[in-house]
């Protein structure tokens, strides 16, 4: 493949630690389909790499780029949140040196 819907996503440790439901919820609504994880121990994040229809068209020698996750919730009568809306933007504050394709064990990805 030529042309890839990659990006990259930033998810706190702790939000995996304490609600993993969320972030399989998170995955869910925008399709993502995680290829690679990169954990940031300094920033205590892991940084999820993979394909979602709703990314740009990454080209092969691009960089690979960050979005930001935004959330609606909605909160019932009993006080559970559920997630209404998930929008995504670019993140221009995160720069990434990872260029597509990036290699998992020797193999290319997606390519």
Request: hydrophobic share 35%; proline share 5%; aromatic share 8%.
């Amino acid at each position: 493949m030529e042309n890839e819907r990659l990006g990259q996503i930033n998810i706190t440790q702790q939000l995996i630690d304490s609600n993993p439901d969320r972030v399989l919820e998170i995955f869910n609504k925008i399709s993502f389909l995680p290829l690679r994880i990169r954990e940031v121990w300094e920033q205590g994040k892991l940084v999820y790499i993979g394909y979602s229809p709703e990314f740009e068209i990454v080209k092969h020698g691009e960089h690979i780029p960050m979005y930001r996750v935004q959330l609606t919730m909605q909160i019932d009568d009993e006080g559970n949140r559920t997630i209404h809306d998930c929008a995504l933007s670019l993140d221009n504050s995160c720069y990434s040196q990872i260029i597509y394709p990036v290699s998992i064990r020797g193999t290319e990805l997606l390519d």
